[in-house]
């Protein structure tokens, strides 16, 4: 019998490709502007719970290593776990990030291939105006901004996608991404003007 589970909040992620991530439009059929995807997510929960556990009001992040199109799979991918979450927490996140719990996020066993594993790390999600700012203990500092668009004070915004995560995107760039874990050194500081 499969544990109820649902999850409401902001997802903030990263990748190396250039402007935009063709992936989410594209449903993963589109490859990524560099050919493969070095990615991170991460979330903060606003309401969840996984049968009885709670996960409201944590944050959890991902390392996502894809070496091509999302949808040919064998992505190599960590989980991160908020340091304050309970045991029933991370085995809660450890099943809805796997695939196992089913779900939206159930692509997952179809498309992971290699578990690096889960860390409990203190991870903060913080807002500084429009600015998100992402910190994974001493694994991940990032900070990423919408891209504004034609009316003043609106941001960009791809609707009605099919995107797993919501159908709603705010096209965002870069301003500094430094991942450190698993042997993988990426980064990039992007100059404000």
């Known amino acids: 019998m499969t544990t109820q589970w649902h999850m409401k909040g902001e997802l903030v992620l990263n990748c190396n490709c250039d402007v935009f991530c063709p992936c989410v439009v594209s449903l993963g059929k589109h490859a990524p ?49 908020d340091e ?59 900070s990423v901004e919408p891209v504004m668009g034609k009316r003043s004070g609106q941001t960009t915004m791809i609707q009605n996608t099919e995107y797993w995560m919501g159908p709603d995107v705010t096209v965002a760039r870069s301003i500094k991404s430094k991942l450190r874990d698993f042997g993988r050194v990426w980064g990039s500081v992007r100059e404000k003007r």
Not at 37 to 57: E, F, K, N, P, R
Not at 103 to 109: E, I, Q
């Open 84 to 142: 304050r979450a309970s045991t029933g927490a991370v085995h809660a996140f450890e099943q809805i990030f796997s695939g196992q719990a089913g779900g939206t996020t159930g692509l997952f066993r179809l498309l992971v291939s290699t578990h690096l594993g889960t860390k409990k790390a203190p991870i903060s999600i913080t807002r500084e105006g429009s600015v998100r700012h992402v910190t994974i203990g001493n694994i991940l500092k990032a």
């Open 33 to 81: 502007t560099q050919g493969y995807c070095q990615g991170w997510v991460g979330i903060h929960i606003t309401d969840g719970a996984y049968g009885d556990a709670s996960l409201t009001d944590l944050n959890v992040g991902m390392l996502l290593d894809i070496p091509g199109r999302m949808g040919n799979g064998n992505w190599t991918a960590a989980l991160y776990v």
